[in-house]
């Protein structure tokens, strides 16, 4: 069964830092992993990506305040946000691409969603 467990979102005050992060089961082979959001009335938006060998690519939004980061051995992808903002409240969504085995073709896998609420 393939999982994505998200965790570390919360509450934090405009210009305040978080965290959130994602571990990944019963992928058999995960490839591009990455953190998007939704807000209330608007639809879901690319925050960060990382590949397998870790190339980066951010939301013009995210560029210079958030770090998104993974570690393969432990199939786990965080991102952190620094200098948040009130309009990064959100939910944010864990994200992969990865086959369940050998023989699978690729797929999007998705967490069930960490929300994140940035206080003025």
């Known amino acids: 069964q393939v999982q994505l467990v998200e965790s570390g979102g919360g509450l934090v005050h405009a210009g305040g830092s978080l965290r959130v992060s994602c571990v990944v089961s019963?992928?058999?082979?995960?490839?591009?992993m990455g953190w998007f959001r939704q807000a209330p009335g608007k639809q879901r938006e690319l925050v960060a990506g990382?590949?397998?060998?870790?190339?980066?690519r951010y939301a013009d939004s995210a560029k210079g305040r958030f770090t998104i980061s993974r570690d393969n051995a432990k199939n786990t992808v965080d991102l952190e946000l620094n200098r948040v903002k009130v309009e990064d409240t959100a939910v944010y969504y864990c994200h992969a691409a990865g086959r369940r085995t050998a023989w699978s073709g690729w797929q999007d896998y998705w967490g069930q969603g960490t929300q994140v609420t940035v206080s003025s």
């Open positions: 990382i590949s397998k060998d870790s190339t980066t």
């Open positions: 019963g992928i058999f082979d995960i490839g591009d």
